[in-house]
């Protein structure tokens, strides 16, 4: 229309573009950097926080207090710089934009008002062309904006992206296979390292080739020295890591061949942490099986002597274990987890140090629970506590990823062996 209305003041308009466009690409280079730099900046912040937060014992315990705040000051600085950056580089793109379009307007109308004074020009057209213009610079100012957003959103989408192209470390099969259904009868399913070799991304071989059979039904204790790869053990019959060559066989399917779904009930591991959720203490036995009824969840709870410490919770079953008085000690908390796992029934259960919290005058207590737990199912038991290895149909001993020794508890302390010097100490540090 302004081209039409008047060609030498359209052409005014026009030329006006090419700095128009100079400007944004200059802007799009230096936005791109400035909010990837910010994103990361965002992120330092975040992660240092939670961290923190996380570790606030530890933090007060070594009075870090100082030391962490003056990291944080600085991450926050860096953040509070790139925020300058990005703020500056978006103030001069809309700047450099408004002088653009205000010296276009400014140029018309002086070249315009000249004309109008020498009567090329009528007044309508001249008042036409300013009102148009008005149009045609409002929606590039928006233009700025949007383009900002979607920077600051970019760099941010870039951070998503990265996380979301993590491939698993342990993939869901194409095409799940299911377990054969267990026999009435059937105490658990049995399982099979079959020459397992194992290495964690980073780091040497942790397990050199493993071969394990453990029958449905048997209590296995593993023990050895920290480090000689028992929990590595646990999560790859767990599945939180498939093996680098060879294969884990739950009564003779691959885990790999099994749906997440599957596995679960399958395969439980519970682990020294205990983590509970937010909810209530019946909500977190529940965790495997959300809708199990109250009576089946109190009865795992009696069964492995959780019912007495809960019914003394200020809402019993019902506490929020967040809220306060929902406050639960640790030897509580792995109470709770054996409650879950039996709930869960699966037909094998894996316990790495999940007794380290349980106090020891409720030793026999511990025994008791650990028996309903473990019975009518394949059960590989960890512990550092040999009293929970007597319990075991089985002990293996392992040293550096191998197994060096194997063989009933009775036999292996009579023997002359690893285990028997453990059980020697053991029974002496206990007079
Ligand atoms: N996520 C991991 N990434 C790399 N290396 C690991 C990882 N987890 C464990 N390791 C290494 O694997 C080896 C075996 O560790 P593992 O946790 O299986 O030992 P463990 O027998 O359970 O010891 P502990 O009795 O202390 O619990 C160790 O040398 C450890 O450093
Ligand atoms: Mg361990």
Redesign the pocket.
């Known amino acids: 229309m302004l081209l039409w209305l008047d060609l030498g003041l359209g052409a005014v308009a026009v030329a006006s573009f090419v700095p128009l466009y100079l400007l944004v690409r200059v802007y799009q280079r230096r936005a791109v950097r400035v909010y990837a730099v910010r994103s990361t900046a965002i992120a330092r912040v975040i992660v240092k926080f939670v961290e923190t937060m996380n570790g606030i014992r530890p933090v007060r315990a070594f009075r870090r207090e100082a030391v962490n705040d003056a990291d944080f000051r600085i991450l926050n600085q860096r953040h509070e710089r790139s925020n300058g950056d990005a703020l500056l580089e978006m103030a001069r793109y809309v700047t450099g934009s408004r002088l653009v379009a205000n010296t276009a307007v400014a140029v018309i109308v002086l070249w315009g008002a000249s004309r109008v004074a020498d009567g090329s020009l009528e007044l309508g057209v001249l008042a036409a062309a300013v009102l148009y213009l008005r149009r045609l610079y409002d929606p590039i100012d928006r233009l700025g904006m949007f383009l900002n957003s979607y920077q600051s959103a970019a760099a941010s989408l870039e951070k998503i992206a990265g996380l979301l192209a993590q491939t698993p470390s342990v993939p869901e099969p194409s095409t799940p296979v299911q377990l054969p259904a267990l026999e009435s009868e059937q105490p658990g399913r049995e399982v099979v390292f079959d020459g397992v070799r194992f290495a964690?991304?980073?780091?040497g071989e942790?397990l050199p080739v493993f071969d394990l059979t453990l029958p449905a039904g048997q209590t296995v204790a593993v023990v050895?020295?920290?480090?000689?790869?028992?929990?590595?053990?646990a999560k790859l019959l767990a599945r939180f890591y498939d093996p680098s060559d060879g294969r884990v066989l739950l009564d003779g399917v691959d885990l790999r061949e099994l749906s997440g779904p599957e596995l679960r009930r399958g395969v439980v591991m519970v682990t020294q942490e205990a983590f509970l959720f937010s909810g209530t203490v019946a909500e977190n036995i529940a965790i495997g099986r959300p809708d199990a009824p109250r009576e089946e969840i109190e009865r795992a709870a009696k069964a492995i002597g959780a019912h007495d410490f809960i019914s003394a919770l200020p809402d019993g079953y019902d506490t929020d274990v967040r809220k306060r008085g929902g406050r639960i000690s640790a030897g509580q908390r792995q109470l709770v987890a054996f409650a879950r796992a039996l709930l869960a029934d699966p037909a094998v259960l894996i316990l790495d140090?999940a007794t380290s919290s349980l106090d020891v005058p409720g030793e026999q207590a511990v025994q008791r629970a650990m028996s309903t737990v473990l019975r009518g199912r394949t059960a590989v038991v960890?512990a550092?506590r040999l009293s929970t290895v007597e319990i075991a149909d089985r002990v293996l001993v392992?040293e550096h990823g191998r197994i060096v020794e194997d063989g009933p508890p009775a036999e292996l302390v009579a023997g002359t062996g690893r285990f028997s010097d453990l059980h020697r100490a053991w029974r002496d540090s206990l007079v």
Do not use: D, W
């Open positions: 964690y991304r980073t780091g942790v050895g020295s920290t480090g000689a790869g028992k929990s590595t053990l140090e960890i550092h392992m």
